[in-house]
């Protein structure tokens, strides 16, 4: 069945950097592409970031642009996410979650994810 | 402020029908298909509806989605306790190149 592990998760402070991980299984990694999604505590679902399924192609939202980076590793079934600069208000759970299209264009509906990891940012 | 606008907060009781509204523009809702999530706490979001009215396999048919124009709606009929947890919409956002998320939508049954 499909796995979506994440990994790498902790207490940063301001302005240091962080990766995350992301451990896929049960299904073709480098036919989907992938997305990371955070969730302030106690807040909604906030996309942060989507890589092709062949990591042609990468998107952010404007407040990451610059400081975060989506990469993937199809040899190993990883998805990273690179976090530099970190600031109070990256603070959030974050999930890594499988697009459903298929070698395609990225449709953003998020069938399969992960559990979450949580990120805290604190001095 | 979530470009997809969702009441905080919905309500019934068992057996009850509740529709959850989710409202945007022409650049996202307005030209794109919507999906619609469900979480309960301290767990992962888990996809209830794609392509505006589409079930994945295993999702009763108690719950169904539509949209019109620039907005969509989630509707569960026969509301059980089950059903007590947080929805969100979610559309594609063109100026994004990523999608957008509602607010959420905590339902509780009463």
């Known amino acids: 069945q499909v796995q979506l592990v994440e990994s790498g998760g902790g207490v940063v402070q301001p302005g240091k950097s962080l990766r995350l991980s992301c451990a896929a299984s049960g299904f073709t990694f480098s036919n989907y592409g992938m997305h990371w999604v955070r969730q302030a505590p106690g807040k909604g679902l906030e996309w942060v970031a989507v890589?092709?399924?062949?990591?042609?192609?990468?998107y952010y939202m404007d407040s990451v642009k610059g400081r975060f980076s989506i990469s993937r590793d199809n040899s190993r079934n990883t998805l990273y996410l690179q976090m530099n600069s970190l600031r109070a208000e990256d603070t959030a759970v974050y999930f890594c979650a499988r697009d459903s299209a298929v070698e395609g264009v990225i449709i953003a509906q998020l069938d399969y994810w992960g559990q979450g990891i949580l990120v805290t940012v604190s001095s | 402020q979530s470009v997809l606008t969702q009441p905080p907060s919905a309500s019934g009781a068992p057996g009850q029908r509740v529709t959850i509204s989710c409202s945007g523009s022409s650049s996202n809702i307005g030209s794109n298909s919507v999906n619609w999530y469900q979480q309960f706490p301290g767990t992962s979001p888990k996809l209830l509806i794609y392509?505006?009215?589409q079930r994945p396999s295993g999702v009763p048919d108690r719950f169904s989605g539509s949209k019109s124009a620039t907005s969509a709606s989630l509707a569960i009929s026969g509301l059980q306790s089950e059903d007590e947890a947080d929805y969100y919409c979610?559309?594609?956002?063109?100026?994004?190149?990523?999608?957008?998320f509602g607010g959420g939508t905590k339902l509780t049954v009463l």
């Open positions: 890589t092709w399924h062949d990591g042609s192609n990468q």
């Open positions: 979610a559309t594609w956002a063109d100026s994004l190149n990523g999608p957008v």
């Open positions: 392509s505006d009215d």
